[in-house]
């Protein structure tokens, strides 16, 4: 065991966080924390790294091990590179390296005992530095800043130029390259792009130290947690398995909670109600019987009512009217910044009820396709058509398109002035604001409540056509399950940009991914993307030979390579024909399996007495048995030509 938490407690303002907080992490152990927000999550990490004195309670980090810990917004004051600040953490083996060079100096200059002596501090010291990675440590440094989104021109960069995400990364790369024995981590994927999340998940899949997270992103944890602690009304409780394994369990338990706890209501209500009786008698042993059952009552542990799922905010998105079939049409569109090339001659369409995500890595230009779209950014070439009917509802996830000096209530009353001060306050309080706090300016509320706000806005839009810009950035997982419903039931198109790969897996039908400065299309959702992104890294050639293989960025294959190339529409309709394809081989395959199974349960009926006996009933077998043998053929020519084509 590498720690240990008993009994912490927690109070702010006389308002219990924390009740009786225990859990214990095994070394090597990948453990989530997870909660609603506001639950006292990263209070929990504070006091497990000092930074905050616990009420009651202890915490015990094993003798002699070390742990690093990453907070949300976690900034580095430097005057260093990006590199040189990295680089910082190494300091011992470079002032061990330093001092070895000086003894190969010193060793040309002496001889004889003291030259033995010097060998041998030689060896000792050589040992160490092998030992501590110092053959490797730059090697290892590059690969943490090119895991973590940096390029080798952003290597020089000075950190007081950095955005807060980027100080950030640096801070988390500097983590990982101290290698503690317990990691701590809070939220370390909110300013990291797909390719920089998934390289952090295999880091520490592999990592030989333990680690404990917060984080909102699903995907992520499923990959890496292998114990999820939640914290739910003060107390924790703690899952064995990963984030899809703790909510099937959650649930489980929180319907036996429930049960139980309605059960013990219905005894309560009929003690104090045979109690009432008792009393009513007004004679003397009723009254001490009643007494009695009273005493008995009060001694009772009374439980508390479960939380319910997902029942805090409510999201209803409906069209107020029905759009054409066609909704949107992009074609060869382009757009730089200067000597910037995000995107060039890229195109796509949208039908009628389609759900549609953007991927890629940040600064790719997908929060600008959305701009230009939406009429906020002009494109350099390009033609965008909107069909019959469409009406836009627009989610930016910086929120511009809310006014900083409104109130909420003024946010939604001038957008909206047909509503009454009471469905304002009613739409309000489906988004968590209620009482006083429909009258806060928007510009004094976090970004997780205007997120709600502008959610809000965008339910009371009743579009056809919804444009999303990282939808659930700041909101917890509870509210994106919420969100997730919504979007789900929604009759009308989404399109939208977003980092949430479980978000994306609940709610995407079909994906564009923007890598290279074009669009690939793949008609699924994440994980088939992932899925066929794997496949075509694996056709593609390796080797250093290989241009495709030496650049991760380009490891596409030949088959995306090719796909690349065509057009949307032909990259669309080849990859419906494979599609297609698809699906008939299965259909094929399990009509094969009915016949043969029929054809083997038909050679069964005619070696029973009672059938072989009757001519009428063996010729009707028999006839069927044909039947089904002449489809089988059919079939099965037609299984391998698909095996053939589709291989």
């Not at 680089?87 to 061990?96: E, S």
């Not at 380009?554 to 698809?582: M, V």
């Not at 010729?619 to 079939?635: F, G, M």
Request: glycine share 6%; hydrophobic share 35%; with cysteine.
């Amino acid at each position: 065991m590498i720690l240990s938490c008993q009994n912490i407690c927690k109070s702010f303002n006389d308002k219990n966080i924390l009740q009786n907080i225990s859990f214990h992490i095994e070394e090597q152990e990948k453990a989530a924390i997870v909660g609603v927000n506001g639950a006292g999550k990263t209070t929990l990490l504070r006091i497990i790294v000092g930074e905050l004195a616990a009420d009651e309670g202890n915490v015990i980090l094993a003798k002699n091990k070390s742990f690093g810990y990453l907070a949300q917004n976690q900034s580095v004051d430097s005057n260093h590179t990006i590199y040189e600040e990295l680089l910082t953490v190494k300091q011992n083996l470079i002032d061990l390296e330093q001092r070895i060079r000086q003894m190969e100096l010193e060793m040309k200059s002496v001889s004889g005992s003291e030259l033995e002596k010097l060998m041998d501090s030689y060896a000792l010291l050589t040992h160490q530095f092998e030992a501590g990675g110092g053959y490797s440590y730059r090697s290892e440094l590059v690969g943490v800043l090119k895991g973590l989104g940096f390029s080798e021109e952003e290597f020089g960069k000075s950190i007081a130029t950095l955005s807060g995400g980027q100080k950030t990364r640096v801070a988390l790369g500097k983590l990982l390259l101290l290698r503690p024995d317990l990691i701590i981590l809070d939220e370390p994927t909110n300013h990291l792009d797909m390719s920089s999340i998934t390289w952090l998940e295999t880091y520490l899949l592999n990592y030989k130290g333990a680690v404990i997270i917060v984080s909102h992103d699903r995907y992520f944890l499923d990959r890496i947690a292998g114990k999820v602690i939640e914290i739910d009304q003060t107390k924790a409780t703690s899952f064995l398995g990963n984030y899809s394994s703790y909510a099937v369990k959650k649930e489980e338990l929180r319907t036996a909670r429930l049960k139980a706890y309605i059960n013990q209501q219905q005894e309560i209500k009929h003690q104090e109600e045979v109690i009432a009786k008792l009393k009513s008698f007004n004679r003397e042993k009723s009254i001490k019987r009643a007494e009695s059952r009273e005493k008995m009552l009060n001694k009772i542990e009374r439980l508390e009512k479960p939380t319910e799922t997902r029942t805090d905010m409510h999201i209803s998105l409906e069209p107020r009217i029905v759009s054409g079939n066609d909704v949107l049409y992009v074609e060869n569109l382009s757009k730089s910044f200067g000597t910037l090339q995000l995107f060039q001659d890229i195109g796509f369409e949208l039908k009628r009820g389609e759900h549609v995500a953007i991927i890629g890595d940040n600064g790719t230009g997908k929060t600008t396709i959305l701009k230009i779209i939406n009429g906020l950014l002009e494109p350099d070439t390009g033609l965008i058509r909107m069909g019959t009917n469409v009406h836009i509802g627009y989610y930016d996830q910086e929120h511009h398109v809310l006014h900083t000096e409104k109130t909420m209530f003024e946010e939604i009353s001038d957008d909206y002035p047909t509503l009454t001060n009471t469905e304002i306050r009613n739409t309000l309080a489906a988004f968590l604001f209620t009482g006083e706090d429909v009258f806060k300016r928007v510009g004094d509320i976090s970004g997780g409540e205007r997120g709600r706000v502008s959610l809000a806005k965008l339910m009371l839009s009743e579009s056809n056509f919804l444009i999303l810009d990282e939808p659930t950035n700041h909101l917890d997982i509870a509210s994106k399950e919420i969100l997730e419903d919504a979007l789900n039931n929604y009759t009308g198109t989404v399109l939208y940009v977003s980092h949430d790969r479980y978000f994306i897996n609940r709610t995407a039908s079909r994906i564009l991914d923007l890598s290279g400065r074009i669009l690939t299309n793949y008609l699924g959702n994440y994980d088939y993307y992932l899925e066929k992104k794997q496949e075509s890294l694996a056709a593609a050639p390796s080797g250093p030979a290989s241009p495709m293989a030496a650049s991760p960025s380009n490891a596409n294959g030949r088959e995306q390579e090719s796909l690349a190339k065509l057009s949307w529409k032909e990259q669309k309709e080849r990859q419906a024909l494979q599609r297609k394809k698809e699906n008939e081989l299965k259909r094929t395959e399990e009509r094969i399996e009915v016949l043969e199974n029929r054809d083997a349960e038909i050679d069964s009926l005619m070696a029973q007495p009672d059938v072989c006996t009757n001519v009428a009933r063996l010729q009707e077998l028999s006839r069927e048995k044909e039947s089904i043998r002449a489809e089988l053929d059919t079939l099965m020519e037609r299984w391998e030509a698909l095996e053939s084509e589709l291989s």
